[in-house]
């Protein structure tokens, strides 16, 4: 299999490289004349194999992280800052403001995700447009939320006017697979709800965020919003050290997260609203429709090269049929179309981590020395940014394929007879985020249901794992996720129940109807929002 040197169509070339030098802090896009870090994508622009150099960003440390840090903090001022204590429909209309300049930019993100981290076309667009959509949801709900916080309640003698508050300033790491998606999926409500926030991108899909800076600067006051570049352990470490941090926004790797809990003075204060990694299994019943299957089994394993922490990383199918679905399944693995982002019906792409086809090379040839085969004709084939699915049968769990978050194109295979194993190995597991359950027989699926839904925590129904629809939660269990990510449970991660108590007195009544018919303050309101 040869290197990809397609002919670029001109609309994504990439004609010069992004030296990127601006920064966001106290409200102002600054110029950073520092050391810097080039950007290569892998994905090779010459005919004979080469990294593409995109550009460059700022290498930030210390002194810059705590200049962000004091930034937040003003802007937050102790829960005294214009933000936190602003109407709830002048921040609504901040977010739609940033929301329509964003728009302007989607061309260009777009092109970016494709050339920074392999995403086809395709799914550079739906990212971007499913990002769009969650943002003008989250308003919706946030709106809702609003009116129905927008009155008085009365228990034995007190009334209670109670709304959600925000928790304080906020750090927000995202993942370099949905550099978009997933970070805004942290960033967004964090904002809405009233915090102030530090941001630094993940190290694959930084770039893309350039084109988004001036629209962050001119929708939102000082502070409100802090954008920085660097490595984690330079930018993030002495943020969370400094102790003035309230909540930590994080999707990526567990022992990232532990870190960076580890190093707050008071992590008992800390917030976590945690995305992590996940070994989502797929179970297939004898009784399973097995063409619905294997195209659903295969688009679980290999959407986004299997990059993804929703991904099914490990194949349960019962000895009964495992023969059948070997054969179809490896066949159609085979038949996947490889190609640039840009191309046409492209389903697996280049790997945007250079080291990535030597670790699933690693994870191969172990398999191999543990006793199993590559089912799939091409698999384990290699290019420069690229190395083919390889379709292992008989996984065990001696093997570190079975053990590790592969996050790559290789798909172990379990025999299994008897449904203990399976939910055995579950209850075992690190993790506990979904499963997909393949089968017809009612009888047998429900208590197979009521035990995984204990396990994990969304069991799915003849389809692959996934996040979406935004609308429901998205969490895990155990070392899988902390707190609860959508449009609707996000503004209350990022938020706590607070309110204002009062006995039922003459004095106190007329305070109260007071402050409501002045509008003096914007956190006793009962205005309806439209």
């Not at 790797?253 to 070994?279: D, F, I, M, T, Y």
């Not at 203990?420 to 690190?430: H, T």
């Amino acid at each position: 299999m040869k290197a990809l040197v397609n002919a670029i169509p001109e609309v994504y070339r990439i004609t010069e490289p992004i030296h990127a030098r601006s920064y966001l802090v106290h409200g102002e896009l600054l110029e950073w004349d520092g050391p810097c870090s080039e950007v290569y994508s892998t994905i090779s622009s010459t005919e004979t194999y080469a990294p593409t150099l995109l550009g460059s960003i700022p290498t930030m440390g210390e002194a810059e992280a705590l200049d962000a840090l004091d930034a937040a903090c003003k802007a937050y001022n102790k829960g005294k800052g214009a933000w936190p204590t602003m109407k709830v429909q002048d921040r609504i209309a901040c977010m739609e403001r940033f929301v329509a300049l964003m728009i302007e930019k989607r061309d260009e993100v777009v092109k970016l995700l494709m050339w920074e981290i392999g995403k086809s076309l395709l799914d550079s667009e739906k990212e971007f447009d499913r990002t769009v959509d969650y943002i003008y949801d989250t308003i919706e709900d946030y709106k809702q939320l609003d009116r129905d916080a927008a009155k008085f309640e009365k228990h034995d003698g007190v009334y209670a006017h109670i709304r959600r508050g925000p928790l304080g300033v906020v750090l927000c790491l995202g993942p370099y697979n949905y550099p978009l998606n997933e970070t805004f999926a942290l960033l967004i409500p964090a904002i809405i709800m009233g915090n102030t926030a530090i941001f630094k991108p993940a190290k694959h899909g930084v770039l893309l965020m350039t084109p988004l800076l001036e629209a962050f600067q001119k929708s939102f006051p000082k502070g409100v919003i802090n954008i920085l570049f660097g490595r984690g352990r330079a930018v993030a470490a002495p943020i969370m050290a400094s102790g003035r941090i309230d909540a930590l926004a994080l999707i990526g790797n567990s022992k990232s997260a532990n870190a960076l809990q580890a190093q707050h003075p008071k992590s008992n204060r800390l917030r976590l609203v945690l995305g992590l990694e996940a070994k989502n299994p797929a179970i297939v019943l004898p009784d399973a429709d097995l063409d619905l299957t294997i195209d659903e089994c295969l688009a679980g394993t290999l959407s986004f090269n299997g990059q993804r922490c929703t991904a099914l990383k490990v194949l349960y199918v019962h000895t009964d049929i495992v023969e059948e679905f070997n054969q179809k399944f490896a066949a159609k693995v085979d038949a996947l179309k490889f190609g640039n982002p840009w191309d046409a019906g492209v389903k697996l792409t280049p790997l945007p981590e250079p080291g990535k086809p030597d670790y699933i090379q690693e994870l191969i040839d172990d398999a191999h020395a543990k006793g199993a085969k590559n089912l799939n004709a091409k698999g384990g084939e290699r290019t420069e940014n690229f190395i083919w699915p390889a379709v292992l049968f008989p996984a065990t769990k001696a093997m570190r394929v079975y053990e590790e978050e592969q996050f790559g194109p290789v798909i172990p295979i379990v025999p299994f007879t008897e449904i203990d194993e399976p939910l055995d190995d579950m209850a075992a597991s690190n993790y506990g985020q979904q499963v997909s359950l393949f089968g017809k027989d009612v009888y047998t699926l429900a208590p197979l249901i009521d035990t995984l839904a204990n396990l994990v925590c969304r069991v799915n129904l003849n389809s692959s794992c996934q996040r979406g629809p935004d609308v429901y939660p998205f969490t895990g269990r155990k070392d899988s996720a902390q707190s609860t990510l959508s449009v609707h449970d996000a503004l209350r991660s990022f938020s706590i129940r607070t309110f204002v108590a009062s006995k039922d007195n003459e004095l106190n009544n007329s305070i109260l109807e007071s402050l409501l018919e002045t509008k003096a303050s914007n956190f006793i309101s009962t205005d309806y929002i439209l």
